[in-house]
């Protein structure tokens, strides 16, 4: 994290804390590069890693806090994490944003959702007797009440991240040998699938569903864009074992990045109801949308393993695979039948409204 930390702040945040907090008395350092002309701290510009780097400008200490003053850093990683990703309703704080601090969030969920949605979301969805009225404006407005949440809880971990308490590493040197570079990405898979499927099937248990998970559980034919739509401590804590990995394992710089767009991208694919992935091993689309549809099965993120072990899988229908019978009246009364039965007994009274059961306006 130290690396987009790094990115951000020399294209965007170094400006911002140079204007709400600026230096009093600027003196030279004669470290500086020739872009930087006065600098009021002792801060040095140190890469974050060796490959890649961003040269400061001439904001990059212009401000009373800098670089590396943990209170900055803590701010800067809860602005990354939230207001750039709440750039769908951008807040009066999030004006003092450049475009370009905003775009990482925009591309983790609003873009790569919006692009699922036009290219590979079924639109036929809209029919099923299960969509509900103002779904996507509402799926929207639930990750951006989200947002902010996850975001406070998130930035202390980003924070122990940047300042050098988790075993995240540069160079190959650094890490545990070459070999580690590529073990490193099914262990990452293994570790989360595992710790996700627990988390997300104790988030089933009835003292905990309705108050976590049941706002989630309102796309019962959810879009992308319900990817990220969670009660913020629901998301918070299926999140959790992506970012604990780091303090127990040891993982590469640009890796963690890459991981982190890729859950993001992940979560999206899964919630496209697109179901390509007809494999008894991948927890694809099918298997999610089963949980979606009938509630206690299919918990697992990436694979089908631990619900196998744990009695909880349950194979996606074969209509789903075939295109002209997966969005059939036939299959959805079907669906509808055994939904009913199973979200009575889950979660009791029904309070969702169904875009089907709206009254149809007479011309």
């Known amino acids: 994290m130290d690396i987009v930390l ?10 911002m804390w140079a204007t709400l907090l600026p230096a009093k008395q600027p003196a030279y350092a004669p ?56 750039a769908l309703h951008p807040t009066r704080l999030g004006t003092l ?70 075993k995240l590493y540069d160079t190959t040197a650094e890490g ?7 073990l490193q990405f099914p262990l990452f898979i293994c570790f989360t699938d595992y710790c996700i499927y627990w988390i997300h099937r104790y988030l089933h248990h009835p003292l905990i569903y ?54 993001n991208f992940w979560t999206i694919m899964i919630h496209d109801g ?14 999610h949308t089963m949980h979606h549809l009938y509630f206690n099965f299919n918990y697992g993120q990436f694979t089908t393993l631990w619900d196998r072990l744990g009695g909880s899988y349950r194979k996606p229908n074969d209509e789903l695979f075939r295109k002209e019978l997966k969005m059939c009246q036939t299959e959805w009364n079907k669906q509808v039948k055994e939904i009913e039965k199973i979200a009575n007994e889950v979660e009791g009274e029904n309070d969702r409204t169904n875009l089907a059961d709206e009254p149809k306006k007479v011309r």
């Open 176 to 182: 545990p040998g070459l070999w580690y570079n590529f």
């Open 97 to 166: 944003l450049t475009p370009s601090a905003r775009l990482f969030g925009v591309v983790l969920y609003f873009v790569f959702a919006t692009l699922s949605y036009v290219f590979v979301f079924d639109k036929a969805a809209f029919n099923h007797p299960k969509y509900l009225k103002n779904q996507i404006r509402l799926e929207i407005r639930q990750a951006n009440i989200a947002f902010p949440v996850i975001a406070v809880l998130t930035a202390p971990i980003f924070l122990l991240e940047v300042r050098g308490y988790s």
């Open 210 to 263: 309705k108050r976590l998970h049941k706002p989630h559980h309102k796309w019962i034919m959810p879009t992308p864009y319900a990817s990220h739509a969670f009660h913020p401590l629901d998301g918070f804590a299926q999140g959790f074992p992506y970012h604990m990995f780091p303090f127990i394992f040891p993982l590469q710089k640009f890796t963690y990045v890459f991981l982190f767009i890729f859950i």
């Open 31 to 86: 470290n500086a590069t020739s872009s930087v002309r006065e600098i009021p701290t002792t801060w040095q510009f140190v890469p974050a890693s060796d490959y890649l780097s961003f040269t400061p400008r001439k904001y990059a200490c212009m401000s009373q806090w800098p670089r590396d003053d943990w209170r900055r850093q803590l701010v800067t990683l809860f602005l990354i994490i939230w207001c750039v990703a709440h």
């Open 274 to 287: 697109e179901y390509i992935a007809d494999n008894p091993i991948i927890n694809g689309a099918a298997c």
């Open 6 to 15: 790094e990115f951000f702040d020399t294209f965007a945040f170094d400006a």
